[in-house]
């Protein structure tokens, strides 16, 4: 069987099926149901918040962000470093990203750097909890507020991480995660928009639904509803949450143990409770990258480039240089590590790792 980075937590069949059967028994299958609504609240009391929104998927979730804090034009200061979502999803909602580099300890946006990057179009800082580690939440709010900006997190690999005592979703103005099949948490596909202010979330909430409540229309909508197909995924994952984060933890710890000392890795920040929601290594280079991957295809075991290339290098971004994010890209990987990954394909990946970083051809 072929390791791939990543593989989908699936819950016990028969329960799956215990709310699928529900479905049709009560014949609604979606337009917020009763599963949607069920899940919502779940969400809320797990990560203590107030406004919390399931949307169809992470990257409508960040335009539903810029589009109900009224961002429709101007500059979105954001990472380069990053799924492409993040600055597709600024640019479709006819904005401009404007790259800022990232820091090299746990690779997400540089707070030194952003205010540089600030003009008088600047509307919001959009910057990502890259593999689950926070950003400098206090540093970034203190600019926005010095300028007048909003704080849009791209959560998406946020889920579960706690920072300072509360959900790491729990910052910024609006702060959005993806429940799609490939994270950590999923309801096949999936997203969500956590809201600070209860207008924006109000507003947040109509948009979702074509701007409209019965025969009243209010604004300027689309359709970004979940079904109760998804929701029933949702439910059927959610009491897995803490066992699918112990089973990571479990692989991630074997990792460091082989691995220690022959790779880089991310530095956690003190007052994180991390979500072990993926392993990135990086390596000396983009050569020794190149051998690691060919080795352990010859073992059918497929890591990924996360991520690759970095944004400002996409041929209709056109961002500024943003030397540290290209550098770290070139050279960093994330090493399969799912739920159910065994003690000995952990310590395979790791041995062999291990041997070719050391046996370099050059
Ligand atoms: C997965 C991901 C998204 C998009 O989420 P989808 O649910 O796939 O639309 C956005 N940003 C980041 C950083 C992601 O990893």
């Known amino acids: 069987m072929p390791i791939f980075v990543t593989k989908s937590f699936m819950p016990p069949r028969d329960e799956y099926i215990k709310y699928i059967e529900k479905i049709y028994d009560c014949g609604i299958l979606t337009n917020q149901g009763p599963f ?26 960040l335009q539903f962000a810029l589009s109900a804090l009224g961002i429709n034009d101007g500059e979105v200061i954001t990472t380069p470093f990053s799924y492409v979502a993040t600055a597709s999803s600024i640019l479709w909602q006819r904005c401009k990203p404007v790259f800022c580099d990232i820091e090299g ?19 919001a800082i959009m910057p990502v909890h890259v593999f689950g580690y926070a950003c400098d939440v206090d540093k970034i709010q203190q600019i926005a ?16 991480s706690k920072y300072k005592g509360k959900s ?20 096949v596909e999936g997203g969500a928009c956590i809201v600070r202010d209860k207008d924006v979330s109000d507003k947040l909430e109509l948009q979702k639904r074509f701007g409209h409540n019965m025969d009243n229309h ?40 082989i691995l220690l000392n022959s790779v880089g890795r991310p530095k956690k920040q003190a007052d994180l409770q991390y979500n072990y929601a993926y392993y990135p290594v990086v390596f000396k280079n983009e050569y020794e990258l190149e051998n690691v991957f060919s080795a352990l295809q010859k073992e059918d075991i497929f890591p990924r480039r996360y991520f ?40 395979r990946i790791a041995d062999i790792v291990k041997s070719t970083v050391k046996n370099k051809i050059r």
Request: proline letters at 3%; charged letters at 25%.
């Open 36 to 61: 949607v609504r069920e899940l919502e609240q779940k969400m809320r009391d797990l990560l203590g918040v107030e406004n919390f929104h399931y949307v169809t998927n992470g990257t409508i979730a």
């Open 105 to 123: 300890d746990n690779f997400t946006i540089d707070v030194d750097k952003i205010e540089k990057k600030i003009t008088s179009r600047t509307r």
């Open 145 to 160: 507020d010095n300028y007048g900006l909003k704080v849009i997190y791209d959560g998406a690999h946020a889920f579960a």
């Open 168 to 187: 790491l979703l729990d910052y910024g103005d609006v702060s959005t995660c993806s429940f799609h099949a490939t994270k950590l948490f999923h309801t």
């Open 218 to 257: 209010y604004m300027l909508g689309i359709n970004g509803k979940q079904s109760e197909m998804h929701a029933a995924m949702g439910l059927a994952n959610f009491p897995y949450i803490g066992k699918i984060i112990e089973e990571r933890r479990r692989v991630s710890d074997l990792y460091d143990n």
């Open 308 to 347: 690759f290339p970095s944004l400002n290098k996409l041929p209709y971004l056109k961002g500024h240089k943003c030397p540290v994010s290209e550098s770290i890209s070139s050279r960093i990987a994330c090493l399969p590590l799912y739920a159910d990954l065994q003690n000995s394909d952990v310590e």
